[in-house]
């Protein structure tokens, strides 16, 4: 929650760079959404029925992002704190993402299985979706759950975490422009908000962004209505650096893996694992970029590492590097917070980690790594492995077949050779373990907000 007094109607949104209170949001109250929930019914009666026009409208969409983009960035690193670049990066990214889901229509299939009976699937919406998504991406997580579930034919009720309510308030009013009334509604506030909404009898698909914990009593409250639920929860993705890896070519690709958007990515590299041979090198790449890299608040334009989003994750990080110190580790970079306003951390090398170190162990969602050394390679994938999440892994070397063959053996839902998080829109992203539920994105992410419908009838004679 943000860190200031409840007034009636609204809460203070905080500038992370200042730490200072510089906006306000809505404060909806969790008995205001049966109203926000009975208009996303009755509003999906006529989106459900054109999908044609459901494609010119998300293609509108698209467009009016992106016309929109000059107001969007800027109020988005304002709140979240990123560097404006990425910010805008991240708008572009949400605009492509209603243009992939415009373009997807379910496939009908016919069913043949000798008898006499022509079967048909069909497939069809499954009514008001709920949307909750967390703080580090709030456009392009927002837009990752409703640009699928409307062109599947849904309805959606978003709401954004209250870190970031604003950027994702305007984008609702930019599309509400070019939307019909009530197909998608945003709505902020702070809890029990999230909890009434994914509980709520009228919703029918749950997808949910966030931390394990809050997953857990997001799977057992929408549990009562029995609404489906998609859940892409944390990660704590390792890297594996085999023995022929080129460590100056990688080190930046490496570095930024671990420490974009300030580690506040849930497939940002968390842990290094590196032939000992190899150990002093690879601190030592990572460290120098540590130090040298440009730390300040988002608006600036030479910032290329910006605040940590909000104050109880900044303890949190701090609190981690401690714990990893006292437990014997040594910091090549870093370790403490940067002194003066906003919630600044300064980017951590962590060396000497005991392996049971919870920084090692959990999620730091920081600007903190641990680079831990290793003898052998099957106890490097065991240590990639010993972790209850399982959302992305990625393997570095000169050989590819070699390293392919090593990212095979990571349990997870992506791996990535010789680079880490990046996507693509046609791809399935599923964590496994404790890292999610389901299957978000591509045509897979599309069909997880249809359900199948089947006709059977005789065959013509
Ligand atoms: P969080 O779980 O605290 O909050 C996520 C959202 O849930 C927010 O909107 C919050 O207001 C809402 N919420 C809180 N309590 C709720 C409840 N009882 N019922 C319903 N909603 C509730 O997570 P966070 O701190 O905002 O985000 C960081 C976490 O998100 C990290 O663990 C990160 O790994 C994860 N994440 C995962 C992915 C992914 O795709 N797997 C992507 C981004 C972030």
């Known amino acids: 929650m943000p860190e200031t007094a409840r007034t009636a109607a609204s809460f203070a949104v905080i500038d992370p760079a200042t730490g200072e209170p510089f906006a306000e949001a809505p404060d909806r109250r969790p008995e205001e959404l049966d109203a926000v929930v009975d208009r996303a019914h009755r ?25 929109a983009g000059d107001r969007l960035a800027p109020l988005l690193t304002r709140e979240q704190g990123k560097p404006l670049a990425e910010s805008y990066a991240e708008v572009a990214r949400t605009a492509a993402r209603l243009r992939y889901f415009a373009e997807l229509a379910p496939r009908t299939r016919r069913i043949s299985d000798g008898r006499p009976v022509r079967g048909e699937v069909r497939w069809r919406p499954l009514g008001p979706v709920a949307a909750i998504v967390p703080w580090n ?89 029995l609404a489906r639920v998609t859940l892409e929860l944390g990660g704590n993705d390792a890297a594996v650096l085999l023995d022929d890896v080129a460590v100056e070519a990688v080190a930046d690709r490496l570095f930024w893996a671990a420490f974009r958007n300030c580690g506040q990515v849930c497939m940002a590299v968390k842990r290094v694992y590196v032939p000992a041979r190899l150990h002093s090198e690879v601190v030592e790449a990572l460290a120098q970029r540590a130090t040298s ?10 910032t290329r590492l910006g605040p940590v989003n909000n104050a109880p994750q900044l303890a949190r990080v701090e609190q981690l590097t401690r714990r990893a110190l006292a437990d014997g580790a040594r910091t090549a970079a870093g370790g403490h917070r940067i002194d003066g306003p906003g919630h600044f951390f300064a980017p951590t090398i962590l060396t000497g ?65 010789n680079h880490h998080a990046e996507l693509s829109l046609a791809q399935p992203f599923a964590g496994i373990k404790d890292s999610g539920v389901g299957v978000a994105g591509g045509p897979w992410g599309f069909y997880g907000n249809l359900r199948p419908f089947v006709v059977h009838r005789p065959e013509e004679t």
């Open 293 to 302: 890299v440009v730390v300040g608040p988002g608006l600036d334009p030479d």
């Open 137 to 225: 991406f709030p456009l392009q997580l927002a837009a990752a759950k409703f640009a699928p579930a409307l062109a599947a034919g849904n309805t959606v009720v978003l709401k954004p975490s209250p870190y970031t309510p604003l950027a994702t308030r305007l984008l609702g009013s930019v599309l509400a422009a070019v939307l019909p009334e009530d197909v998608l509604t945003v709505v902020t506030g702070r809890e029990p908000l999230g909890a009434r909404l994914v509980s709520h009898p009228g919703i029918r698909h749950v997808t949910f962004t966030g931390s394990v914990p809050t997953g857990r009593a997001v799977a057992a409250a929408a549990a009562g209505s």
């Open 353 to 417: 980690v005991p392996p049971d170190s919870p920084v090692v162990t959990g999620e730091q969602f920081g600007p903190v790594l641990p680079v831990l050394p290793y003898r052998t390679l099957d106890e490097a994938v065991d240590a990639a492995n010993g972790t209850g999440f399982g959302l992305g892994g990625s393997v570095w070397g000169t050989d590819l077949d070699r390293a392919e063959a090593v990212a095979d053996r990571l349990e997870c839902g992506t791996a990535w050779i």
């Open 43 to 67: 509003a999906w009666t006529g989106w459900r029925a054109d999908p044609a026009a459901r494609t010119t409208a998300l293609y509108a969409a698209a467009d009016a992002v992106e016309a």
